[in-house]
């Protein structure tokens, strides 16, 4: 049996490792756009960025000071584990005291602090049952000032191709730099509502650089990024070549009468930590 100790202390172990050291995936896309940028504004700012990115794994301190809304994604496999839930649970207040992060959950209508990074309905757990014999964990600690700038469109089948690449190129327009570009845009296409958020969200978890398995989607996502690059918004909204890094789409069917799209966007620091658990 994995017990609930076990996961409480990974949990613990991934939020730090997610919030002051960023994937080598995501610092290498940075490094490469730093490499191309030609705008003095834009370097200055990518050179900013990855001084901050060293100075938090040298001190062992979070990247950014917004640690997020904790968000965890679980694969569960064949096997007996104690008390998952709290375990995820005690696993984030543990965290928030000791690495600490910013204890950022409120009542959405009070706006009472928590104080511990839990809270009703938070953190949020997305749970995919497999066929193995393990547990998976990841988790997402997802800063507010890209996730204010998400956007959901229940489209029609007319929209087609077009619109979906229209809708995703004007959230983007619309949110600059107030998400704290270079950022990482998740798109979602189909499914329902809620459905089609998750999948923009889920998206963001792929490695940055790598394209979809999907030719037709893959050659979707190279186009939205070439058109988000050439709009100039560039580092932190201030001008260059990089407004994003990476766009990633997931997809699911539908129903004969709508296109759902979503997009979930991320700021450079796109942070996240996974962890298998073998009983």
């Known amino acids: 049996m994995i017990t609930q100790e076990q996961i409480e202390e990974t949990i613990c172990k991934l939020f730090k490792?997610?919030?002051i050291k960023l994937p080598s995936d995501v610092k290498k896309a940075l490094e490469n756009a730093y490499s191309k940028e030609d705008n003095d504004i834009g370097r200055l700012n990518l050179e900013a960025i990855l001084e901050n990115i060293d100075a938090a794994g040298e001190m062992g301190i979070p990247m950014c000071q917004d640690t997020g809304l904790p968000i965890v994604f679980v694969k569960l496999g064949n096997i007996e584990v104690e008390n998952l839930y709290e375990g995820i649970r005690k696993g984030?207040?543990?965290?928030?005291?000791?690495i600490p992060l910013r204890p950022n959950v409120v009542d959405p209508?009070?706006?009472i602090n928590t104080g511990n990074n839990v809270g009703v309905g938070i953190p949020q757990i997305d749970i995919q049952l497999i066929e193995e014999d393990y547990l998976e964990l990841t988790v997402f600690p997802k800063g507010f000032g890209s996730e204010n700038n998400n956007a959901l469109k229940m489209g029609l089948p007319g929209d087609g191709i077009d619109g979906i690449k229209d809708f995703v190129l004007n959230t983007v327009i619309?949110?600059?730099?107030?998400p704290c570009p270079p950022i990482v845009v998740g798109v979602g296409i189909g499914g329902s509502s809620d459905l089609v958020m998750k999948l923009a969200k889920k998206?963001?978890?792929?490695e940055v650089g790598v394209l979809h398995p999907e030719e037709r989607i893959a050659l979707l996502e190279k186009e939205i990024l070439e058109k988000i690059n050439a709009t100039g918004i560039g580092p932190m909204g201030l001008g260059g070549n990089t407004t994003a890094l990476d766009v990633k789409i997931e997809?699911?069917?539908?129903h004969t009468a709508g296109l759902p799209v979503g997009v979930c966007i991320q700021c450079w620091a796109d942070r996240h930590a996974r962890a298998v658990i073998n009983p």
């Open 92 to 98: 984030i207040k543990r965290a928030t005291n000791t």
């Open 109 to 111: 209508l009070t706006r």
């Open 251 to 254: 997809y699911a069917d539908t």
């Open 174 to 178: 619309k949110a600059g730099g107030k």
């Open 17 to 19: 490792e997610a919030v």
């Open 203 to 206: 998206a963001l978890l792929r």
